[in-house]
C-alpha cells in the first residue's frame, strides 16, 4: 500500500457523492444527495462555498458555456452559478415517485450516462440512461438496484459498470458513434469483507479506482485480472466516490457519508462525510464535458 498525504476538506455531507474537477475553473464540485448540496472548492485559494436545492442532488457535471448539468430527483437540468438559473432539460420514470437520479458520468462524445435506484433500495427498481442533445432518454440497462460507478478506457472502447449490491465490476464494449454497450464479462469481483463498490474512476495505467462503502478507502483494481493492487486507507468507514483533477490530474478527490451510521460511529468517525484530497503517484484523465 502507498504511503499518502491525506488532506480532508470538512463537509460534513450525510451522503457525498459524485465528485468532478473542472480544470478551466480550478475547482472540485461534489454533492450531498439527501441534504441538496452543491459544493464547490477552489483548489487555489481552499474556498469552499455551497448551494441549496430543495430537491435530491445527485449528480453534479460539466456542461457548455461554464454551466452545470446537475441530477435532481428524477430531473436533468443545467444550472448556471453564477446567475443561479436552472433550466430542466429531461426526466425519466415518472410513474416511479419512490426513484430518483444516483451516479452520472459523460462519456467521450459528450453524453450523459446516468443511473436510478429507490429510496427504499427495492431490488431490481433502477435502470441506467444514456441521454444525448436529444434530451430524449434511452434505457442502456434495466433491473438494477443501484446504480452507481462508470469508467471508460483511455480507447473509449470499453466501458465499466457497477451495480453496487452484485460486489462485481462488470465490463462492457463501447462503441463510441453510437453508445451502444455490450456485456462481456465480470472484470472484479469484490471479497466478502471489503465492503461495497461505490462509485470509481480510472487511472493512466487502465487500472479502477474503488470508492468502497462500508470498505475504508478506494481500492485499485486491475480489471483485466481481477486483482487488488493497492489502497487508501480512510479514517471513514463510508467512502462513496473519487475522481482525479489537479493541474496534473494527479490529486484525487474522494468522497464519504455519514449515512447508515449511528451517533456512537459518528463519534469514533467525525471526518464521516468529509471529503479528502490524496497525492497521487498514477495520475488519471479529467471528465469528459457534456454536448449540451
Not at 62 to 70: D, M, Q, S, T, V
Not at 121 to 137: K, V
Not at 252 to 281: H, R, W
Request: aromatic share 10%; proline share 5%; hydrophobic share 40%.
Amino acid at each position: 500500500m502507498q504511503a499518502l498525504t491525506i488532506t480532508s476538506i470538512p463537509s460534513q455531507c450525510f451522503l457525498g457523492e459524485g465528485p468532478l474537477w473542472i480544470a478551466k475553473l480550478g475547482c472540485f464540485f461534489w454533492v450531498d444527495i439527501e441534504k441538496g448540496k452543491l459544493h464547490r472548492y477552489h483548489l487555489g485559494s481552499g474556498q469552499l462555498e455551497s448551494r441549496y436545492f430543495p430537491h435530491r442532488l445527485a449528480v453534479v457535471l460539466e456542461a457548455e458555456n461554464g454551466k452545470l448539468i446537475l441530477g435532481l430527483d428524477r430531473k436533468l437540468v443545467r444550472y448556471d452559478w453564477e446567475t443561479e438559473q436552472i433550466e430542466e432539460l429531461c426526466g425519466v420514470e415518472e410513474h416511479l415517485p419512490l426513484n430518483r437520479f444516483n451516479d452520472g458520468k459523460v462519456d467521450p462524445q459528450g453524453r450523459v450516462w446516468i443511473g436510478t435506484l429507490s429510496t427504499r433500495f427495492t431490488e431490481g427498481s433502477g435502470a441506467l440512461y444514456r441521454i444525448g442533445a436529444d434530451f430524449q432518454p434511452q434505457v442502456q440497462l434495466e433491473n438494477l438496484t443501484i446504480s452507481n460507478g462508470m469508467a471508460w478506457t483511455a480507447d473509449g472502447r470499453t466501458f465499466y459498470f457497477i451495480d453496487t449490491p452484485t460486489k462485481k465490476i462488470q465490463e462492457f464494449s463501447f462503441d463510441p458513434a453510437s453508445g451502444a454497450i455490450g456485456f462481456r464479462r465480470i472484470a472484479v469481483e469484490i471479497p466478502e469483507g471489503l465492503g461495497f463498490p461505490d462509485g470509481m474512476c480510472i487511472d493512466r495505467e487502465g487500472m479502477l479506482w474503488v470508492a468502497h462503502y462500508a470498505g475504508a478507502g478506494v481500492y485499485r483494481w486491475n480489471p483485466k485480472t481481477g486483482a487488488l493492487l493497492d489502497k487508501i486507507e480512510l479514517p471513514v468507514p463510508h467512502v462513496t466516490s473519487c475522481c482525479f483533477g489537479g493541474d496534473d490530474l494527479d490529486l484525487m478527490l474522494i468522497t464519504s457519508a455519514q449515512e447508515n451510521l449511528s451517533p456512537a460511529e459518528i463519534e469514533k468517525y467525525p471526518q464521516s462525510g468529509d471529503v479528502f484530497l490524496v497525492k497521487m503517484a498514477i495520475g488519471g484523465f479529467e471528465s469528459h464535458r457534456a454536448g449540451f
